[in-house]
Nanobody, 124 residues
């Protein structure tokens, strides 16, 4: 079956960095666009970053622009989210998601598969 497994979350001080990884199995990874979303307590799910199937196109939300970078390694079936200059407002559960034969998509409704998420907590 399809599995998306995130890792790399944790507790970090403001200004620090984390790199999230999402390992995908059970599908042809190179045919899927990938996205990272986050959900803070009491808030809806928010698009963070997306990358096309071949990595040729990527996009990040305005709230993280200049601080977060998305990348992918198709041979390893893994998508990454490099997060720098973290702020307390970045605290959330971060989830990766896969969308078939798409480029970058900010709409969670278009994604076919989701991971369980990894907690990121940024202390002030």
């Amino acid at each position: 079956q399809v599995q998306l497994v995130e890792s790399g979350g944790g507790l970090v001080q403001a200004g620090g960095s984390l790199t999230l990884s999402c390992v995908v199995s059970g599908l042809v990874f190179s045919t899927y666009g990938m996205g990272w979303f986050r959900q803070a307590p009491g808030k809806g799910r928010e698009f963070v970053a997306g990358i096309s199937w071949n990595g040729g196109t990527s996009s990040v939300a305005d709230s993280v622009k200049g601080r977060f970078t998305i990348s992918r390694h198709n041979a390893k079936q893994t998508v990454y989210l490099q997060m720098n200059s973290l702020k307390p407002e970045d605290t959330a559960v971060y989830s990766c998601a896969a969308v078939f034969q798409r480029g970058v998509s900010p709409s969670e409704n278009e994604y076919d598969y989701w991971g369980q998420g990894t907690q990121v907590t940024v202390s002030s």
